[in-house]
């Protein structure tokens, strides 16, 4: 079902797509890809919506900076300096971020209006991002697959194909709050990651290196509140696999709900959401990016974020809900 959900300032109508089954009810603007809304039950059977959002398109064109819901690209995270090399040539992206590129630059996937086609059980988005556009080069082909699993499970495919050597990086960046939207901070939520390394950060969040967990405050082999202070990329011990594997499980002990991330993506980015900026509050949300490492294009030992013509670029990620006690 598809309805008309509001009016760019250029003119461009923006639709609003709802998908159900299972009891699991999504929204999806045509603006962003964003995820606007997960409806799902709690452990007494209520419903509430579980992630953070816009009630009006207006609160996302005046609130760009948290991202919420979006589908991120062409790189998501950081790129350190806004510039990388790639056979022998330098790329120069506009910083947005201090001196870096963050999330595709000023005008990232976020905020453009992607083509939508229904399919079974959900959506395909699908763009074409022009040669140069915020500096990268190639011309992209972009699709997203929203689908609903039997069980409700939301899974969000991707693809790309570029006419000349790129660099890739996709996510979604929907912000969890199992208590419900609005309900307060999520910092209550006990999270486990499995991954025993993470990517340490200098002071403009770029990787300095990979690290163990043991022994510190990244140490989410085993639950643990997610507080505050976090905005980290975790690096799976599944690595890149061909199909979705487990890479996180939180849970809200207060509603009962759990979200279970599993990908075909190496890294997992968690964000606290500790900066999110009026009018929502700090901590309101849990972002969980699946995603290839920051700054890869300039660091040649993680995994390679470059896309070449003549292949395709896959990822795939799966949130799946359930409640206990
Ligand atoms: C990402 O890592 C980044 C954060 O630093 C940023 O503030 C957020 O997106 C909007 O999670």
Redesign the pocket.
Known sequence: MNEHFGTLPDGTPVHRWTLERAGVRVRVLSYGGIVQSVEVPGRDGRTANVVLGFAELDGYLENP???LGALIGRYA?RIAGGRFELDGRTYALAPNNGPNS??GGERGFDQRVWEVTPVEHGLRLTRVSPHGEEGFPGRLAVSATYTLDADGALRIGYEAVSDAPTVVNLTN?TYFNLSGAGSGPAGGHQLRIAAARYTPVDEE?IPTGVAEVAGTRFDFRKPRQTGSGY?HNFVLDKGVTAAPEEAAELYDPVSGRVLTVATTEPGL?L?TAD?LGAPLSPGAGI?L?TQHFPDSPNRPEFPSTVLRPGDVFRSETVYAFSARD
Do not use: K, T, V
């Open positions: 900076g948290p991202y995270n963050l999330h960046h969040l905005d980015q964000y900066h972002a990016e």
